[in-house]
């Protein structure tokens, strides 16, 4: 008997990417494949890819072409793209890389089997606005953490943006369906729980909003901490607010993407809110939610930014005081509405502007953490820190990594820590007793 034909797969973008790597596994699985973590020994080669910016692709086709071109010869080897790369380039991506036997968009990997089987080069690329995998069993990752994608799709359209046009039109999936996968999710062992979409706080189905679908979650036993990524600053309900101030499961941690802190940027994007709209949305968050921890999405060097623009944005990200900040140069996407709109920065100042936003960054994250010597945090403890020996490691509600030193901890725990050193990345100290 021949043994299971074997996947190797890598996952490049977001955390719904890594919730799809295990969808596919879960679909590949289902025909007897088993994974490998060594592209040598795969029959299945498949990279889940990004399209957000421009970098994230190139990263891709270099890599794909080097897998391409150690490909083994003494045995067929199917080697694809997957995700939203191979949307995005969906015309053309089988000519400009040859020896690539196949592309599947966010909402083919059902047909993966198929694709596999095909003879000659194959394509699953068409967007389907019913598909939410539903039924579909994901391989989960090790650890304590699941992430479990509740909607999908955007219909913002901000100009940026390639991800309305890669993923499709939004889409929730029924609760009943999700408390029931998070049911299966705190039998399978996970204690923390990240819900996904594109803009997840735009959940809504059969009359559930986010809100209460949050509720819900917060009653299945075995879970002990739920989060959530990434919401728009738009689609925030009082719903949702009250349930993460009345509920002890949600943690006080909210990405919150802000891209500019200019009215002009923000209008030119098509945001949907406005500077004084994003304070208020903060204000009412902070005042409901003790402890809350922001961190959000820049972009610099947006067509027309100018140096006013780019120092409001650095002034609004001291004012709120995030604790943690994703910053990017802007990167025109084709098909996006922005795309056409000529550049106006150089690349050496969208860097400079890019390198000042996360020096202060920087320094603003290292002064909350100094913030919180001497206070105690609780956290779900994951595993052995990396750089001390004996030492343990996890995050705290706000998603901030502790690592300290134990005194009875094991992984899968709620341990107190005292903090007793930080670092812009970490912050460090002992267990101590209690709860
Ligand atoms: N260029 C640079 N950054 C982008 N993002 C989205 N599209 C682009 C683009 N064209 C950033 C936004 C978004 C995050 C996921 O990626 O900040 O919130
Ligand atoms: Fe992109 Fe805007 Fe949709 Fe976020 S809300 S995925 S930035 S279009």
């Known amino acids: 008997m021949s043994a299971a034909p074997s996947l190797y797969l890598e996952t490049y973008g977001c955390q719904m990417n890594v919730a799809d790597s295990e969808l596919i596994a879960g679909v590949l699985r289902g025909r007897g494949y088993r994974s490998t973590g060594d592209p040598q020994q795969a029959d299945v080669i498949l990279l889940n890819t990004c399209a957000i910016r421009e ?52 909402d083919g990997y059902r047909r993966l089997p198929d694709l596999l089987e095909a003879d000659q080069p194959a394509a699953a690329v068409q967007l389907d606005r019913g598909e939410t995998y539903q039924g579909l069993s994901p391989v ?62 735009a959940y809504r189905h059969d009359g559930v909003d986010f809100g209460e679908l949050l509720r819900m979650a917060c009653q299945v036993d075995g879970i002990e901490r739920i989060r959530y990524t990434s919401p728009h600053p738009a689609d925030f309900t009082d719903s949702t607010i009250s349930a993460m101030a009345e509920c002890a499961k949600l943690a006080p941690y909210i990405h919150l993407p802000l891209q500019s802190g200019s009215d002009p940027i923000l209008e030119a994007m098509l945001r949907g809110h406005t500077v004084a709209d994003f304070r208020a949305l903060v204000e009412r968050l902070r005042s409901a939610i003790p402890g809350l921890a922001l961190s959000t999405d820049i972009i610099v ?15 609004l990200m001291e004012e709120i005081g ?97 903090i007793e050193a930080v670092t812009s990345h970490t912050l460090s100290g002992r267990q101590i007793a209690g709860v």
């Open 55 to 106: 970098h994230a692709e190139d990263k891709v086709a270099n890599r794909v072409r080097q897998l391409i071109s150690i490909r083994r010869s003494d045995k067929p080897v199917r080697i694809g793209l997957a995700g939203c790369m191979a949307q995005h380039h969906r015309d053309h991506l089988l000519d400009t890389i040859p020896g690539l036997d196949f592309i599947v968009g966010p």
């Open 140 to 201: 989960r990752g090790e650890g304590l953490r699941a992430w479990l994608t509740i909607m999908r799709g955007c219909d913002r359209f901000c100009t940026f943006c390639v991800v309305p046009f890669v993923r499709g039109r939004e889409r929730s999936l029924p609760a009943g369906v999700l408390i029931e996968e998070l049911r299966d999710i705190a039998a399978q062992g996970y204690k923390e729980v990240i819900l996904l979409g594109q803009t997840v706080n």
């Open 301 to 315: 060097g947006y067509p027309g930014e100018t140096e006013e623009d780019f120092e409001a944005t650095s002034s």
């Open 322 to 418: 995030f604790d943690h900040a994703f910053m990017f140069k802007y990167s025109a996407r084709e098909g996006t509405r922005s795309f056409k709109t000529p550049e106006t920065l150089s690349e050496p100042d969208k860097v400079r502007r890019l390198e000042r936003l996360i020096a202060e960054q920087q320094a603003r994250t290292l002064r909350i953490h100094q913030s919180l010597i001497g206070s105690v945090v609780e956290v779900l403890v994951e595993g052995a820190a990396r750089r001390q020996e004996h030492w343990l490691a996890g995050k705290d509600p706000q998603y901030r990594t502790v690592c300290f030193e134990p005194a009875g901890a094991e992984p899968g725990d709620l341990a107190r820590v005292l």
